[in-house]
């Protein structure tokens, strides 16, 4: 009996054939990113104030004193963005320290708000006045994405499984094309909150399928390459939303922008195959067969069609179904409770900081919009030091270390004084490259610490958990109303806590892997790994490079059993 690897190799596990596909597969991995940082410039609330009646005996007044005698300061002396007085106050031009005049009052803005078209030509903020008490449902415009995210990694997950692979990429492509494109042209909050939302299903389909599409195609000895390609293409379109945002300041074109790319994903699906793998578990022998001739005849094997002909195929070929565990079993052990619940907490504190910081790209000395470059730049050498230093210093020191000094570096960035904002901007990105060694690592981490029977549904698990937390990192920023350091702390001592809890994990470096449940329940086989197992680890670690934030890794190089492997990759990915 053949098993698929064995027959991947046949045509050539990675020739030219795998090379072009993975090269179109890596479009889709380039569009996600500039979608899940959209918010960052769609939604940012520009330099705002009250706009002022035409009140009796200050038309002649200069700008700076029509602001002088309508509207208060704040306690750091700038003019109050959501207060005004219920009428001017003419003798705080003699006198700017005054007290009111009987009668009048501080209240909130009557006639909408003016807004410094400087930064952004429009934003939701400034189309539908998000700003003040409204200013939570801008904010939430993220958490309704992730959301939609959650329930698109549910759907696709279970629908690519089911319908194949080729399939639902072509359907997740044409919901975020026309959700995408059709929220740009939203007439109101609601609205664009919905369409926004689906389309964040459809990118999420976009993410795992075409990631499970390239890994199904490529032999375990090159997925290397591919996942640290696969990586790089993610921090090019976190860098490349920069510059399109930059040259595109009204949100509708920007939202217009970053999808129509999606159209390039339609446009090379023609050319794309469907998964062989997938199509030998569903025995349909006679397409898979047709399919793994194409990639032979590409890559010079033209003796292959008549080496292996379907009917050999049927007969010699092994797929295996992977055995049925659910959820449950993740806690129904002593110790693969304790490695979940552990687990969860990290993959919470990751996202949770990731986002955090991520999504607040204000407050330096650079622009939003280098800020944005900068820190999609820093993520490629954060991804590049993890491959090299993950052998070295293990797991587990990786992953707390990471945490807690991303937790430090944003404890120290709100104690920095803001005169000092070159400062402030530098540890701002070291913290994000600290966080995105945090999540690099937790991808590999976590699929080596569970067994390979529950591999898929502990990363999966996991990775639910992180996304949660993605949603909730946007809100958590409104708590700078109560106490402007509030939304740092918080996020600084949940790095802490999720790194402190990262060291309460078993070490996994150079350990062989579990295969079962008794595996991780009685004492781990503690032999170090045969140079076939390690080659698999370095597969899987450079794969852990692949996703950066939520959508950041393919453990599938991680599994013994190729046919399991394919499974894992709908579940790992986060949106990062």
């Known amino acids: 009996m053949m098993k698929f690897e064995e027959l991947l190799a046949e045509v050539d596990g990675f020739g030219k054939y795998q090379i072009l596909v993975f090269l179109m597969l890596c479009i889709p991995r380039l569009i996600i990113p500039m979608h899940f940082l959209l918010h960052n410039f769609i939604s940012a609330i520009p330099p705002h104030h009250c706009a002022i009646p035409d009140f009796p005996g200050i038309s002649n007044l200069s700008q700076e004193e029509v602001f002088r005698v309508s509207l208060p300061r704040e306690l750091d002396g700038t003019w109050s963005s959501c207060k005004m007085f219920s009428r001017p106050q003419l003798h705080l031009l003699i006198n700017s320290s005054g007290e009111l005049d009987n009668g009048s009052s501080i209240q909130n803005c009557q006639q909408g708000w003016v807004y410094d078209a400087g930064q952004y030509a429009s934003t939701t903020a400034t189309e539908w006045d998000l700003v003040c008490e409204k200013k939570g449902l801008n904010q939430a415009i993220a958490t309704f994405f992730f959301i939609g995210v959650t329930l698109g990694s549910v759907f696709f997950g279970y629908t690519s499984d089911r319908f194949g692979r080729r399939t639902m990429l072509l359907v997740s492509s044409f919901i975020t094309v026309f959700f995408g494109g059709m929220s740009a042209f939203s007439v109101s909050y609601w609205m664009f909150v919905t369409l926004r939302t689906i389309s964040g299903v459809g990118l999420t389909g976009m993410s795992i399928i075409s990631l499970i599409l390239a890994v199904e195609w490529t032999d375990i000895k090159h997925r290397t390459f591919c996942g640290t390609i ?46 062989a793998r997938w199509l030998l578990t569903k025995k349909e022998v006679e397409t898979a067969h047709g399919y793994l001739s194409k990639c032979a005849k590409v890559n010079g094997k033209e003796d292959f069609p008549s080496k292996i002909t379907p009917e050999i195929l049927r007969k010699s070929v092994t797929i295996e179904e992977s055995r049925t565990y659910f959820y449950w079993h993740l806690v129904k052990t002593p110790k693969l409770r304790r490695i979940t619940i552990f687990s969860a907490i990290v993959w919470f504190g990751v996202s949770f900081t990731y986002y955090g910081i991520s999504l607040n790209i204000g407050g330096f000395s650079l622009d939003p919009y280098l800020t944005q470059l900068m820190f999609g730049a820093i993520e490629i050498p954060a991804k590049l030091g993890v491959y090299f230093v993950l052998d070295h210093i293990g797991r587990r020191h990786c992953q707390g270390w990471s945490l807690i000094v991303t937790g430090s570096l944003i404890a120290l960035n709100t104690i920095i004084p803001a005169e000092h904002g070159h400062v402030r901007s530098a540890v701002a990105i070291l913290g994000k490259g600290f966080s995105e060694a945090a999540f690099t690592t937790v991808f590999l981490y976590t699929a080596e610490l569970y067994p390979t029977v529950l591999r898929q549904s502990g990363v999966g698990c996991c990775s639910f958990v992180a996304r949660l937390a993605s949603s909730i990192a946007p809100l958590v920023m409104l708590l700078d109303d109560t106490w402007k350091y509030l939304p740092p702390m918080i996020f600084s001592v949940v790095a802490g806590l999720a790194g402190s809890v990262a060291f309460l994990l078993t070490e996994t470096t150079n350990i062989q892997l579990p295969e079962t449940i008794q595996d991780v329940e009685g004492d781990r086989n503690k032999t170090p790994l045969g140079d076939q197992v390690h080659e698999q680890s370095i597969a899987a670690d450079s794969g852990g490079i692949a996703l950066g934030m939520l959508s950041q890794m393919n453990v599938d190089a991680l599994l013994p059993e190729p046919q399991e492997a394919n499974k894992d990759c709908d579940k790992e990915e986060i949106s990062s």
């Not at 074109?253 to 790319?261: F, G, R």
Request: proline share 4%.
């Open 230 to 275: 696969s990586g790089m293409s993610w921090s090019l379109g976190y860098m490349l939303l920069a510059l399109i945002a930059y040259l595109i300041r009204s949100w509708q074109w920007l939202v217009l922008a970053v999808t129509c790319p999606c159209l390039l994903s339609i446009a090379v699906w023609w050319w794309l195959p469907e998964s």
